[in-house]
């Protein structure tokens, strides 16, 4: 389908601007604490470069989908290294 989710998913810290891949769903949470992404912390897109939105609840990841609209999670991935306007 062409609005599957494709992994790995590239993931964005916005904190310490680091940058890393989640191979796929069961890595996400090792990866990633689920206080920095409760707090916006993290920016994530699939392999195919589309903004990507993650739902996690009570630490357990519940939804990957694609983003829907314009906003600084919907960010490009190739926009993730300029600074935020």
Do not use: C
């Amino acid at each position: 389908m062409a609005n599957e989710i494709s992994f790995p998913l590239y993931a964005y810290g916005k904190g310490d601007w680091s940058m890393f891949l989640v191979k796929d769903r069961e890595t996400i949470l090792s990866r990633v604490e689920p206080f920095d992404f409760e707090n916006d912390g993290y920016l994530f897109w699939d392999a195919q470069g589309r903004s990507v939105r993650l739902t996690i609840e009570r630490t357990k990841l519940t939804n990957i989908e694609q983003a829907k609209m314009r906003s600084p999670s919907g960010r490009p991935l190739h926009d993730t290294r300029r600074p935020w306007a």
